[in-house]
């Protein structure tokens, strides 16, 4: 664990709450993706949200594109010429966004849209009419583990689950004026977003035996799909996986590129992982405002729980000093989250306590922006979404 003092020295003519990137840190992640791949790797902007950042990892070498996570998103990123390649994760009903993506001839040729279904095409005929110009267009395979009927591990996505269906739904695609099926995604959630070292000694095991099994099936199957959509479409992409599963994704002799963004940034959920470690390249510091006991000291602000499932492990974690620890009855709060542990005894009013949040790119919902650290300066102070007053969640 790195010392305080480089992160304080750089920040010390700043005022907390305040956001940085460790730029050592970021960099090392990315290279480190870079040699865990075996493919090209397509940046997911949800887990940045920060322009600077992105254009910084695409300017390296072993990345290439953005899968970004709305199309307004898209659109933006395109206009701003951050990017000239990007897949829309999500399937899209925002009427306003394809009326401009129709619009806009530079952006229908760098964009593509997520589709699952027939009603995600009658949607955009909807918004544009059946006269629409072409639209690009990205097949999702729901890349679940399903080893009984009833039983389902891995996100709930696309209801394309077979080859069969795949290929049927990418012919119905191809039947359709004004579309054009120019990728296929199938994102193993249940291996890339699913620590394998996180629980006791016995669920860490369950976990490696279910992420086994799980990528034996998924290579097998996804193999088949994207063989049987070739045969109908002249497909340029195939992307999978995610930071937590690149290897393995990898390995995947039907897939094109790799999808991976969290691991730049090295957020808490990440820490649990047996086949990669990164580094914690963004964190956050807050002041300590009050001391109501010698071994409590209570922060300003804090409340930035993470999205998923009702957690403690969706709650930011103290980092830096170390010793430090949240209180179980009050945890983070909105507007102050006291910390404890050995630490906690040598922390004065004004002193500041560096945190980590859970996940990667939801602290930029809380920072308008990032200062960009080298050693202990800050090289740069660059805007996330929010400081460009975008906000697409």
Not at 275 to 294: G, Y
Request: proline share 6%; glycine share 8%; net charge positive.
């Amino acid at each position: 664990m790195p010392d305080a003092t480089a992160f304080d020295l750089a920040t010390k003519d700043l005022d907390p709450p305040l956001a940085v990137v460790d730029l050592a840190a970021f960099d090392a992640n990315a290279d480190d993706l870079v040699r865990r791949a075996s493919k090209p790797l397509r940046v997911v902007s949800k887990s940045v949200r920060c322009r600077a950042l992105l254009e910084r990892v695409l300017a390296k070498p072993g990345f290439r594109g953005v899968m970004s996570y709305s199309l307004a998103e898209a659109l933006w990123l395109v206009e701003t010429g951050t990017a000239d390649d990007v897949v829309v994760a999500y399937p899209t009903v925002d009427h306003a966004a394809l009326r401009r993506l129709a619009a806009d001839d530079r952006a229908r040729a760098a964009v593509s849209i997520m589709v699952d279904s027939p009603a995600h095409l009658d949607v955009v005929d909807s918004a544009l009419g059946f006269d629409h110009p072409e639209i690009r267009v990205c097949l999702e395979l729901d890349a679940s583990w399903r080893p009984l009927r009833a039983l389902h591990v891995g996100t709930r996505r696309s209801p394309v689950f077979t080859p069969r269906q795949a290929r049927d739904f990418a012919a119905a695609i191809d039947a359709r004026p004004g579309f054009r099926l120019v990728g296929m995604m199938a994102y193993e959630g249940q291996i890339a977003g699913f620590p394998d070292a996180a629980g006791g000694r016995l669920q860490s095991a369950a976990v490696r035996w279910m992420q086994r099994k799980s990528a034996a099936e998924l290579l097998a199957r996804r193999g088949a799909a994207v063989r049987a959509v070739r045969e109908v479409a002249d497909l340029e992409f195939v992307n999978g996986g995610g930071t937590g599963s690149v290897e393995v994704t990898g390995s995947d002799a039907s897939v094109t590129e790799i999808a991976a963004g969290s691991g730049l940034l090295g957020p808490t959920l990440f820490d649990g992982y047996t086949r990669f470690q990164p580094k914690p390249a963004a964190i956050f510091a807050l002041p300590v405002v009050r001391k109501p006991t010698r071994a409590i000291a209570t922060l300003f602000s804090g409340g930035y729980v993470a999205s998923g499932p009702a957690a403690a492990s969706r709650l930011p974690s103290p980092y830096l000093p170390a010793g430090l620890k949240l209180l179980g009855l009050e945890g983070a709060g909105e507007v102050q989250t006291p910390v404890t542990g050995r630490g906690a005894r040598h922390l004065n009013v004004g002193d500041r306590v560096w945190l980590r949040h859970a996940k990667a790119g939801e602290l930029a919902e809380r920072f308008t922006h990032y200062h960009l650290i080298q050693g202990d300066r800050v090289e740069q102070t660059v805007p996330t979404y929010r400081g460009e007053h975008q906000s697409f969640g």
